[in-house]
């Protein structure tokens, strides 16, 4: 996922959360709002809960290989992905499938 695609100040996380309009599954939940820039960017957040440095990177790398999968930049809404702590109790694949039915459910 290329950086001009990523969410990354405080204040665009904090608008995006702040709109209020989410889905949610065991493993992800999605905050979305309308765009602004010409492109659909994502933003990754997985709290302490889900452990160390190490594993909290791990986590947003693998996520972010999953939304470089699913999305094609051209969707009408900014995207915030917090990763739950039942994360770690599925597969790469399963939780790859359930933010894929996450991302149709905005699209619908």
């Not at 995207?79 to 039915?101: A, C, D, F, G, M």
């Amino acid at each position: 996922m290329k950086k001009e695609f990523r969410v990354k100040k405080t204040q665009e996380f904090s608008e995006i959360m702040n709109y209020k309009k989410f889905y949610a599954c065991p493993s992800f939940s999605i905050y979305v709002k309308p765009r602004k820039e010409d492109h659909a960017r994502v933003g990754i957040s997985v709290g302490k809960r889900m452990g160390n440095a190490v594993i909290r990177n791990k986590i947003k790398r693998q996520v972010r290989e999953m939304v470089h999968d699913i999305y094609t930049f051209d969707e009408n809404f900014d995207t915030i992905i917090l990763v739950r702590p039942k994360y770690h109790e599925e597969s790469y694949q399963n939780n790859k499938k359930l933010l894929e039915r996450l991302v149709k459910k905005v699209k619908i």
